[in-house]
C-alpha cells in the first residue's frame, strides 16, 4: 500500500514538474516580477577539472549583473550527470528554505542538453556568453573556457508570474569531478499588469 502511494505521488509531482516546464517555454509573456541577485556561488571539487570563478557586478547605474567563469577541462560521457533543485522562502531565513516542484532530476547530461539547455537556459545567456548552441547536441562537449560575462537574465524562458519571496537555484553536474553552481534571488512582485 505504502508502494502504490510513494508511486503516486512520484506521478504527480513529475506531472507538476512537467507542467512547470511546458509554461516557462511555451510563455511568450514577460515575467510580471523584478529580482535581485543575492548570491552567486561557484564551487569544483577539483580545480584541475572546472576552474570556476564567479561574481555579482554593479554597473551602470547600479545595474546589477552576474558573471561566471569555467574553465572545463573534464570529461563528458553519457554517464555524466546533471540536476537542478529550486528552494523558495518568504522571509529569506535560512531554515526555512524549502524544495519546490519545479526541478530538474538528475539524468544524463547529454539528456540535459537534448531536452532542457537550449530551452530554458540558452535564450537567457545568449547575448552575455560564448555558450554554444545547436538543434540537437552531438557530443562531445567541448574542453573550453566558457564565459557568462555580465549577465541580467531577462526571464525569457521563466514562468510569467511566481509568488514574491526568496529563491535558491542549485545546479549540480557530476563527472571526473563534481561543479554545483548555486545563485540565489530576491523576487518582488510588480503587481497587476
Not at 513529475?14 to 510563455?27: D, N, P, Q, W
Not at 529550486?86 to 524549502?98: I, K, S, T
Not at 557530443?139 to 555580465?150: D, H, L, Q, S
Request: charged share 20%; net charge neutral.
Amino acid at each position: 500500500m505504502l508502494f502504490y502511494c510513494v508511486m503516486n505521488f512520484v506521478k504527480i509531482s513529475f506531472g507538476i514538474l512537467l507542467c512547470f516546464l511546458y509554461l516557462c517555454v511555451k510563455s511568450n509573456a514577460k515575467i510580471k516580477y523584478d529580482y535581485e541577485i543575492l548570491d552567486l556561488e561557484a564551487i569544483s571539487s577539483d580545480d584541475n577539472l572546472f576552474n570556476v570563478t564567479s561574481r555579482i557586478e554593479y554597473g551602470e547605474l547600479g545595474k546589477q549583473t552576474a558573471s561566471l567563469f569555467v574553465d572545463w577541462k573534464c570529461d563528458t560521457d553519457e554517464k555524466t550527470m546533471i540536476g537542478m533543485k529550486v528552494y523558495f522562502c518568504r522571509n529569506g531565513r535560512e531554515d526555512a528554505f524549502r524544495e519546490m516542484p519545479y526541478n530538474i532530476p538528475d539524468i544524463s547530461f547529454y539528456q540535459f542538453l537534448d531536452h532542457y539547455y537550449m530551452k530554458l537556459f540558452y535564450p537567457d545567456y545568449a547575448s552575455c556568453s560564448n555558450l554554444p548552441a545547436f538543434d540537437k547536441f552531438v557530443p562531445p562537449w567541448n574542453k573550453t573556457i566558457y564565459i557568462i560575462n555580465k549577465c541580467k537574465p531577462e526571464g525569457v524562458s521563466w514562468p510569467e508570474v511566481l509568488p514574491s519571496g526568496y529563491y535558491r537555484i542549485v545546479i549540480k553536474l557530476i563527472a571526473q569531478a563534481e561543479l554545483v553552481i548555486s545563485i540565489s534571488v530576491k523576487l518582488t512582485s510588480r503587481g497587476l499588469m
